[in-house]
Structure formats: C-alpha cells, structure tokens
C-alpha cells in the first residue's frame, strides 16, 4: 500500500472547506505554493470567481456576462487562466515547495485538460498536497478518491472548526 500523503476536502458550497485550507497551511511550518479559489462579490451577489497563488496574485477564472465557449451556470470561463495561471502555480509548487495546494479540483477546473494533467502529476509526486475535491462525482473526481494514498475528508458545520487542527497534524506527518 502506498503512503498516504494526499489531503483533500470535500463538502457543500460555503461549508468552510477553503478557509478551513488557508487556516491549516499558515500554521504548519512550511513553504507552500499552488492556489484557491475566491469568490467575486458585489454585495450579496456573486459575479464570478478568481484563482489567487498564496502569494496573492489573482486571476479572473469566471464572470457573470463573460464571452466564453466554456459556461458552468451564469458563468463564463477563462480557460487560459486554468491552463497557464493555475497550471503554472502547482508547477512552481510541484519543483520549489514543500507543499502544493490546490483549491479546487471543481467543475470548472476540471474543463481544462492541462488542469487535469497537473493534478494527477502533483497528486503522484513526492509533495504532500492538501486540497479540495467537489462533492457531486464524475470520473474524474471519482477516480483522485479511489487513490490508496489520498484521504478524503468531508467538511460539515459539526466538524468544520476542527478541520485545520486535522489537517495539520496529518500534513505535519507527511512532512518530517
């Protein structure tokens, strides 16, 4: 059996899952690299959707209104920001991190084939990563929860405070 050192979370829209991530990685003592996934709002609406690196860069992935080929719901798609920015991201991470995050492995990500690529490549290297994985399976999706070395956690109101604490001491395990 392989070593576990795959760390994904799972759970509804706006359980906590990215915060839960972001809280997790400031207090382990590492370098991390890769992405999350931030929603765009203008008051209570949500306009689209940004891919930011840890070190704050932000790209446009979706916007309400967006001329795109590619559409999940009222969105439009950059799949450029996909296929270089996030890409790129989990590549500098993958080569001079300790620790590749990758928030979010969604249905909108999941429309660039170079995304999937760069998944599956980090998820076999020898970085831990720590991410989050829709909920509603495809084959794709289905296939990264199957992994032997991958643990899947789901994010609930009743466990979600306690998320980063687990995620560090299982991504601290990986990492000595």
């Known amino acids: ?8 979370l799972t759970g509804r829209p706006g359980i906590g899952k990215t915060t839960a991530i972001i809280s997790a990685i400031r207090s382990l003592d590492t370098d991390p690299g890769g ?4 929603e765009m709002r203008t ?3 949500r306009k689209g959707f940004e891919i930011v690196s840890l070190s704050n860069e932000r790209k446009v992935l979706a916007l309400k209104g967006l001329k795109s080929g590619h559409r999940v719901g009222p969105y439009g798609l950059d799949m450029g920001v996909m296929d ?3 890409v790129d991201l989990i590549k500098d991470a993958m080569k001079n991190k300790t620790l590749i995050m990758i928030d979010e492995i969604g249905r909108m990500e999941l429309m660039s084939e170079n995304f999937k690529d760069i998944v599956i490549k980090a998820l076999d290297s020898d970085k831990p990563v720590m991410g989050v994985i829709m909920k509603k399976d495809n084959e794709f999706s ?8 991958t643990i899947i956690i789901e994010v609930t109101e009743a466990n979600r405070d306690k998320i980063p604490d687990t995620l560090k001491t299982l991504v601290s395990g990986v990492l000595t």
């Open 84 to 86: 270089t920015f996030a």
């Open 142 to 149: 289905k296939e990264i929860k199957n992994r032997e070395d």
């Open 43 to 45: 008051g209570r609406e």
């Open 1 to 8: 059996m392989s070593r576990v050192k795959n760390f994904l």
């Open 35 to 38: 992405f999350y996934t931030e």
